[in-house]
């Protein structure tokens, strides 16, 4: 049993709610789908990250495209780095990239989305190295950048502008989860086919969260979530 929050798009605003809910539930790990900061300062990333921590919850992390240069040390310096890595977490098998496809903003954390599909194809092709078939685990595709053409990567005038790198690999390696982030006004749950359950929690001022609750290693139930409730 496995019960894990994700949060995004922080943009160094914090939100009271989340520590309360988080000192009322049961969770063992909050996931953070990046943009933590807004442009910086990377000195908000290790205080936040920690009194996340201090509610008695284990705390990895990805960059967004909106966190300056330094964030991976930044994270790493209190808490754990997801980006381009793979880790075992209790019933799950965490695959992480952060930053975004190219936006017309200009923003520091923008890869091309040819090298995001190479980079996330590596990355999932790992998978072999971590699985073990005793141990049955959910495997769940940690980015910030949604996938195109789905209800995470919706701007406002309904145009699609997610990544279509990220995509690609989840139509060929199907993991059963991609939680995602970058598109404030995308909160959401979708499917992609009949594999994967696509979730976009928002803005975390918003009181966006998703949890995924896995039961025995293979089942799982996720749920869009609203801090404030
Ligand atoms: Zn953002
Ligand atoms: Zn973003």
């Known amino acids: 049993m496995t019960?894990?929050?994700?949060?995004?798009?922080?943009?160094?605003?914090?939100?009271?709610?989340?520590?309360t809910y988080l000192n009322n539930n049961d969770i063992d790990l909050v996931l953070i789908l990046g943009d933590i900061t807004d442009f910086g300062p990377l000195d908000f990333v290790g205080?936040?990250?920690e009194k996340v921590a201090d509610c008695g919850v284990d705390v990895i992390a990805i960059p967004g495209n909106c966190d300056p240069k330094g964030i991976c040390n930044a994270i790493n310096d209190?808490?754990?780095?997801l980006h381009n890595n793979i880790i075992a977490y209790g019933d799950a098998i965490l695959f992480g990239y952060g930053g975004s496809n190219e936006t017309p903003f200009n923003t520091p954390g923008e890869i091309q989305d040819n090298k995001i599909y190479g980079d996330v194809y590596e990355l999932l092709a790992n998978y072999d190295y971590v699985y073990n078939e005793e141990v049955p685990k959910v495997k769940i595709l940690v980015t910030h950048a949604p996938p195109y053409n789905t209800e995470a990567d919706k701007v406002e005038n309904g145009e699609h502008v997610g990544s279509a790198g990220i995509l690609k690999s989840i139509h060929e390696f199907e993991p059963q989860i991609n939680l995602c982030g970058h598109i404030h006004e995308a909160r959401s749950l979708s499917k992609i086919g009949i594999t994967t359950d696509v979730a976009n929690p928002?803005?975390?001022?918003?009181?966006?969260?998703v949890l995924v609750d896995i039961k025995d290693g293979a089942n799982y139930e996720i749920?869009?979530?609203s801090l404030d409730e």
Not at 202 to 209: R, S
Request: aromatic share 8%; proline share 3%.
């Open 3 to 19: 019960k894990i929050l994700a949060i995004s798009d922080v943009h160094g605003e914090e939100n009271e709610n989340l520590y």
């Open 78 to 81: 209190v808490s754990f780095c």
């Open 47 to 49: 205080p936040f990250i």
């Open 202 to 209: 928002g803005m975390l001022k918003d009181n966006g969260a």
């Open 223 to 225: 749920s869009l979530v």
